[in-house]
């Protein structure tokens, strides 16, 4: 969502501010400005917004005379008010000494607003954020932090905010609730943003604070760190295993094929050290639960949204299938509102690739509540949700910049078949031959991803059948169709195309409708071997004899999918479990060639952020 960046220090703070901004614009934004403490102007301070990109506040910035070395702030995602440049953040109070960035949404605006107004306070915007900047300006005597504290305590919802006052020249007020900031310091000043990538360049170590902490950013790089009652604390530091160069696209046209390229690799990471060959057992240290507290697991819920619920879709069949443990899959926003049934042998398992997710976060608060172990899953280290669940599994993705995930979903469902192989042998389903043959296979995958991309040239053929298309069915049987949920969702959130997934059994209960026999509706169909291959074979010819346009993805070597379509794209063969981590590239980059194919940002999606950090 918003992105939020924060400079004080010896230097000028508009590279920062801007370069870091840069960095944040895969969160997704309609709107961007700054505002800095000008060092000729002791009383008000200077604000420049602008309704569209990061370019076009480079340039309004250029153009003025605005300087200063202690600065906020802000690309924008609307929610409340349209994208304009009055909404734009930073937001001011009326005396223009305060400026205030915020992600998150204010729940109780409405009511603070009209308070606000009654005491002569004047709105210029229609955000939720604007009131926050008032109400610091009503409470405010002389200690700046003091009065955020105080404003904070009327605050209902999620927030993450920076705060400026003319009257502390070198020094920025932040805080937070339910929304990601990430604090840091290097010799020429102290830094804070939403997420790592604006900030990597100038440290790798970093401090987030939690829940309504407040911190206060000095111009010497200390920063002194407060909980919710004013009470102070040393933070903990993290350090941050990638570096800028990976925030950087690195040669490719753009982050999104540099992130599909980047899978073997991913896949690689996250196989390594999983398996004791001296015991032939599965390594998972960071999992607290015994052979017998596995073995006592009555059902699993596995709670996520989006690309993270297809994954979890996949683990589902996996888990079912080799552990025999009943799984539900819930979408996280909806798991609270419906009463689940929680037991003392209930297993949560909630998966966020950023692990700020405000859905999965609420649904992981609820599931502890009940007095579920939950096991959360994410790519990010020092995230909220890793202080949210009793265990954290890290994926091995590393830095995500494209807003459609691409290698945090392979190496979701990679850890998750590797979790359902652990739990599968504690709980004695499986033996240890089995499980070896397994890992082994599973081994094999980085050089099969490697073998898909280098053989694209058939995917971009099939692309080009379908980019005049105005919809797009996909299908598939068993894990097949949990696969082509990723790859409907895939191609509508980058190419902006129609397109649905169904269990392929399911097309002639009422899909079917949808095909065009004169367009020649393309149907995107996951064959591959397995034990539903023939009827999936069988949908297929279904389609086909109503005028469809059939793109397969199917095994190596399989004759009888080239004599129906002549749009067929290979991968290597692998074990019906496995397929859907070799399935998913094909259909990552067929998705990727259409939305280039028809303009589109594949990297910045219309209406689109990378991290949903608001319910």
């Not at 009511?111 to 008032?134: M, N, P, Y």
């Not at 599931?367 to 954290?392: C, D, F, L, P, Y």
């Not at 009888?560 to 998913?584: G, K, Q």
Request: with cysteine; charged share 20%; proline share 3%.
């Amino acid at each position: 969502m918003c992105g939020i960046v924060g400079f004080t220090g010896t230097i000028d703070a508009r590279e920062f501010l801007l370069d870091g901004l840069s960095r944040l614009e895969y969160r997704g934004y309609d709107s961007a400005g700054i505002a800095l403490v000008q060092s000729d102007e002791a009383s008000e301070l200077g604000i420049i917004r602008v309704k569209g990109k990061i370019a076009d506040l480079r340039e309004a910035v250029a153009e003025s005379d605005l300087s200063g070395n202690c600065g906020i702030g802000h690309t924008r995602w609307a929610t409340h008010g349209i994208p304009s440049e009055a909404n734009a953040h930073p937001h001011r109070d009326c005396s223009g000494s305060i400026a205030v960035v915020h992600n998150g949404i204010i729940e109780n605006y409405a009511q603070l607003r009209s308070e606000l107004i009654a005491k002569g306070h004047e709105f210029l915007s229609q955000t939720d954020t604007e009131v926050v900047a008032h109400l610091i300006e009503e409470l405010y005597s002389g200690d700046l932090l003091a009065a955020v504290r105080a404003t904070t305590a009327q605050l209902s919802g999620s927030f993450a905010l920076a705060v400026l006052h003319a009257s502390y020249p070198d020094t920025i007020v932040v805080t937070r609730n339910d929304s990601p900031l990430v604090l840091g310091s290097y010799e020429n000043g102290a830094l804070v943003a939403s997420d790592i990538p604006a900030i990597i360049e100038y440290t790798r170590d970093v401090i987030y604070i939690g829940d309504r902490d407040m911190a206060v950013l000095h111009s010497d790089g200390t920063i002194d760190c407060y909980d919710a009652t004013g009470v102070a604390f040393a933070p903990k530091t993290h350090h941050v295993q990638w570096d800028l160069e990976s925030a950087q696209r690195g040669g490719y046209p753009d982050f999104m094929l540099k992130e599909i390229n980047e899978q073997p690799r991913v896949i690689r990471d996250t196989l390594a050290g999983r398996f004791d060959s001296a015991t032939g057992e599965l390594v998972f240290d960071e999992l607290p639960l015994t052979a017998e507290e596995l073995a006592a697991i009555d059902r699993i819920y596995i709670v996520a949204c989006g690309t993270s619920y297809h994954a979890g879709l996949i683990g589902k069949s996996i888990i079912e299938a080799w552990a025999r443990v009943p799984v539900e899959v819930e979408v996280a926003s909806e798991f609270r509102y419906r009463n689940p049934i929680i037991t003392p042998g209930t297993l949560v398992l909630a998966i966020t690739q950023s692990g700020e997710t405000a859905d999965t976060l609420e649904a992981v608060r609820l599931a502890r509540k009940a007095g579920a172990h939950v096991i959360a899953m994410t790519n990010v280290v020092g995230s909220r949700i890793t202080q949210e669940a009793q265990t954290v599994l890290y994926i091995k993705a590393n830095l995500e910049i494209a807003v459609a995930a691409t290698k945090s979903f392979l190496a979701q469902v990679a850890l998750l078949t590797l979790l359902a192989l652990h739990i599968a042998q504690q709980r004695g389903m499986l033996s240890k031959e089995q499980v070896s043959e397994i890992y082994a296979e599973m081994q094999m995958l980085p050089e099969q991803i490697e073998w898909i991309l280098a053989n694209s040239d058939q995917i971009e053929r099939c692309a080009q059948e379908c980019v005049d298309a105005t919809t797009a069915l996909f299908i598939g049987r068993g894990v097949g169709a949990t696969t082509c949920f990723e790859g409907a969702l895939k191609l509508k959130e980058i190419s902006y195309l129609h397109a649905e997934a169904f269990p392929a059994g399911e097309i002639k209960h009422g899909p079917i409708a949808l095909i065009d026999t004169e367009k020649g509706t393309p149907v995107i169909a996951v064959a591959t071997q397995s034990m539903t291959r023939e009827k999936t074979l069988s949908n297929i010819e279904e389609v086909l004899a109503r005028g469809a346009k059939v793109v397969a993805i199917a095994t190596l070597g399989d004759e009888r999918i080239h004599e129906m379509t002549n749009l067929v794209i290979t991968i290597p063969p692998i074990s019906e479990f496995l397929s859907p981590i070799t399935a998913s590239v094909p259909l990552q980059l067929f998705a990727r060639a259409i939305a280039i194919a028809r303009g589109c940002d594949v990297d910045q999606p219309r209406n689109l952020a990378k991290s949903v950090t608001v319910e």
